[in-house]
């Protein structure tokens, strides 16, 4: 125990020791906190970001676009979510500085659950313009970092972020997505982020490390690390490229902006900017910067005259981001869902209110039918008598209907069996067969209709006394020319029934004879 006890305390006494040198001399450290930093310079000559990121031609300063490349004013639609698509983006002048540092956002984005194919961030010898690795070419001489987003070889490890580094002799291992190749990899989901993706890529004393921003936040400064690849060895001089490609599935591949660094190592001064442009070019680009700022300056005061409601306004809230477009669309689209529904119970309204009109109508016909039979009109149970018949008939009738819409059921399904078995066969055969027999099962149902209808009048009318008879005015009933006596009606089924079986004979034979060709 004593032992122990004299151990912790020789422990303590050391940390103390460190915690006092620490106060005294914290230059010291703060010394070797800050050398260890390398010194940054911007190369705007290797770099771009929106907004006005285009010239008028649709060019980028310093940059080349090829294949399906989309620049705009804010971004750089390196390929869009459309199959098969491949493009690129390239610096114009080589870089020939020994460290740098790249700061990339971008965005991924699809309808899908899986994209493809991805986006790759370059340093090659040469520029890879066109070709089979995420849009850029193969056999390249220097580094890769690839956002691969689709799983060829259906090991779940996608999206992924690889360093794949080449030396101009080897081919890209798409069928095992470059793990085989690959210097460095680290799992991370890029696409669809509410916020852009951003990627920081350093090469700094030989060694490459990739930090990740996942767009989780609006925080520009909180990345990940993803990984570190030491001894790595590139070109001296080379060309910074961003590429990407689509393939059966397709998502929207988008660049915001691509900022380059000159590192240099502490206590080492960084070279001099190049010398001074011409003093009759510096007289010209000046001239044109002012003819561009009158220009602004004057938009400026027209349109704070025509909007003064958003004078003392930060000038960002006054441009639209992509966020703030699709919750407009969103908005505007839910606007018009709700005008539509307005409008749609609008017309319920008025067919409520029609309906109720037809109610109310139909209700004074009636009241008005009861006292004129109160008045010496047809008696209560008369009426009743006649409405129930009515009733009946209906019933018989849909009865009917039914029995109709059975037969032509039939016919559909001897239609297409007598499609697939030729004609003459016997299902056809039965199938007329049974149609007939429906067709019969109809006639006397419509003639026992009749007949009971005839019986119950007369029933009816030997019920009644001979002086009630002789009294009642029964009411006068309407012309009964438009409708369809019971004849003519079988007639037009028969003669409509036997049209469509020459019909489905004759379209049978037109396709059997048909067949003989093939």
Known sequence: FNATRTRGTKCLASYVYILLISLIFPHVFADNAVGDSPHRRFEYKYSFKGPHLTQSDGRIPFWIHTGNAIPSSDQIRITPSLRSQKGSVWTKSPVSFEHWEAEVAFRVSGRGRMGADGLAIWFTAGQGLEGPVYGAADQWNGVGIFFDSFDNDGKKN???????????????????????????????????????????????????????????????????????????????????????????????????????????????????????????????????????????????????????????????????????????????????????????????????????????????????????????????????????????????LNEVRDSLSGSLKQLAMGQQQGNAGGLGSYETVQHFNDIKEHLHVVKRSIEHIIQKNVVRRDIDIIKLPITPLLKVKCPELPPLTACLSTTHFVIFIVVQSLLFFGYIMYKSQQEAAAKKFF
Not at 158 to 171: C, H, M, R, S, T
Not at 274 to 301: A, G, S, V, W
Not at 367 to 394: C, D, F, W, Y
């Open 158 to 396: 996608n999206p992924a972020v690889l360093v794949v580094g080449n030396n101009g002799k080897l081919f890209y291992d798409h069928q095992n997505d470059g793990t085989t190749q690959s210097l460095g990899t680290c799992l991370r989901d890029f696409r669809n982020k509410p916020y852009p993706v951003r990627a920081k890529i350093t090469y700094y004393r030989k060694s490459l490390s990739v930090f990740i921003n996942n767009g989780f936040t609006p925080d520009r400064d909180d990345y990940e690390f993803c990984t570190r690849v030491e001894n790595m060895i590139i070109p001296d001089t080379g060309y910074f490229g961003i590429s990407a490609a689509t393939g059966g599935l397709a998502d929207d591949h988008d660049v915001l902006s691509f900022l380059v660094f000159r590192l240099a190592e502490p206590g080492q001064n960084l070279p001099p900017p190049e010398k001074e442009i011409p003093k009759e070019e510096k007289d010209k680009y000046q001239e044109e910067f002012e003819n561009f700022q009158q220009e602004l300056d004057k938009r400026k005061e027209e349109f704070q005259k025509e909007h003064p409601d958003v004078q003392g306004q930060p000038i960002e809230d006054l441009f639209e981001s992509v966020n703030d477009r699709e919750i407009r669309q969103v908005f505007e689209g839910q606007n018009r869902i709700h005008l539509e529904i307005k409008q749609l119970n609008r017309q319920l309204a008025m067919i409520l209110d029609e309906q109720r009109r037809y109610v109310s109508v139909i209700t004074e016909e009636i009241s008005k039918r009861s006292s004129q039979a109160q008045s010496g009109q047809a008696p209560t149970h008369e009426m009743e008598t006649i409405i129930n018949t009515q009733q009946e008939v209906l019933r018989n």
